[in-house]
């Protein structure tokens, strides 16, 4: 059963910062696809980011220059720094993992919850 844990998560106001941390049991993140997904109320859910098992990003365009995707292979933890918060970066988070040539992700975190006041 893999289980991702996220945490991190909080209120802020806007132009503040914070660090996404999600942690994973029986899955490695270095062999795979890691991700942050994010979804507001009443809106789709977006990729926010993701860093391959080679090392190599990509971000939405919403956030680039802003936010950070970066993987801890020792403690098999993916993490988030979001800088310049905007209220518009208000919603849900989760992390996802996907196997290399898979088109989706069937393990999701829980989601952890940021709210950017302004």
């Known amino acids: 059963q893999v289980q991702l844990v996220e945490s991190g998560g909080g209120l802020v106001q806007a132009g503040g910062s914070l660090r996404l941390s999600c942690a994973a049991t029986?899955?490695?993140?270095?062999?795979?696809?890691v991700a942050w997904h994010r979804q507001a109320p009443g809106k789709e859910r977006e990729l926010v980011a993701r860093i391959t098992s080679g090392g190599t990003t990509y971000y939405a365009e919403s956030v680039k220059g802003r936010f950070t995707i970066s993987r801890d292979n020792a403690k098999n933890t993916l993490y988030l720094q979001m800088n310049s918060l905007k209220p518009e970066d208000t919603a849900m988070y989760y992390c996802?993992?996907?196997?290399?040539?898979?088109?989706?992700?069937?393990?999701w975190g829980q989601g952890t919850q940021v709210t950017v006041s302004s």
């Open positions: 029986t899955i490695v993140f270095r062999d795979n696809v």
């Open positions: 996802a993992v996907r196997g290399a040539t898979s088109g989706s992700y069937p393990y």
